[in-house]
């Protein structure tokens, strides 16, 4: 069973500061990565898709790369709207499909 | 537009039943795999279930295997989750999402609220 670590739990940057976000997975797969936004009393929202694809919608702001066992999202310059929640999600080729912990983006 | 309404959610006393249905349109359900996912209130999300376009393949998560039962209907373009034996542990907000693997982007719907209490 692969398990995802993200880090750091909680980020606190300023608006117009790059934002880092990491997600480990406990082992490799040939797989894909999903990184959500969300924010309280909503449903999360699909950020990137398969490692580095932006979904409808998202601004350029938005980055997600890596491979193997290591990931990242990457917000280049904060902005108001980007502090929230962040899960990365692996769909594994077998289940479970796995969720990180999240990082809480924040406010400075 | 894609759209995914789930509903069904209720408060249950522990040890009862509920059935969720997750009502999809805007797209050919019966090409896409779909899963249950849940959050608990303050928690992170937990991926719950699986079911493949023609319910040929089904998964699910260790801490509901046995209780919970994955289904769909394609001519009715809805996907079900039976929960059977509930526990305090699976008050959650439950969604339903399409699958999203090699090219095909995930779609998440609005959660249904399940309450177990007594």
């Known amino acids: 069973e692969i398990v995802l670590t993200q880090s750091p739990a909680t980020l606190s940057l300023s608006p117009g500061e790059r934002a880092t976000l990491s997600c480990r997975a406990s082992q490799s797969d040939s797989s894909y990565l999903a990184w959500y936004q969300q924010k309280p009393g909503q449903a999360p929202r699909l950020i990137i898709y398969?490692?580095?694809n932006r979904a409808t919608g998202i601004p350029a702001r938005f980055s997600g790369s890596g491979s193997g066992t290591d990931f990242t999202l990457t917000i280049s310059s904060l902005e108001a709207a980007d502090f929230a929640v962040y899960y990365c999600?692996?769909?594994?080729?077998?289940?479970?499909?796995?969720f990180g912990q999240g990082t809480r983006l924040e406010i400075k | 537009d894609v759209q995914l309404v789930a509903s069904g959610g209720a408060l249950v006393q522990p040890g009862g039943s509920l059935r969720l249905s997750c009502a999809a349109s805007g797209f050919t359900f019966s090409a896409y795999s779909f899963n249950w996912v849940r959050q608990a209130p303050g928690k992170g999300l937990e991926w719950v279930s699986y079911?493949?376009?023609?319910?040929?393949?089904?998964y699910y998560s260790d801490s509901v295997r046995g209780r919970f039962i994955i289904s769909r209907d394609n001519a009715e373009n809805s996907l079900f989750l039976q929960m059977d034996s509930l526990r305090v542990e699976d008050t959650a907000v439950y969604y339903c999402?399409?699958?999203?693997?090699?090219?095909?982007?995930?779609?998440w719907g609005q959660g249904t609220l399940v309450t177990v209490s007594s």
């Open positions: 999402t399409r699958d999203g693997a090699g090219g095909i982007p995930p779609f």
């Open positions: 999600q692996l769909r594994s080729t077998w289940p479970p499909f796995p």
């Open positions: 398969d490692t580095s």
């Open positions: 079911i493949s376009g023609r319910s040929q393949t089904i």
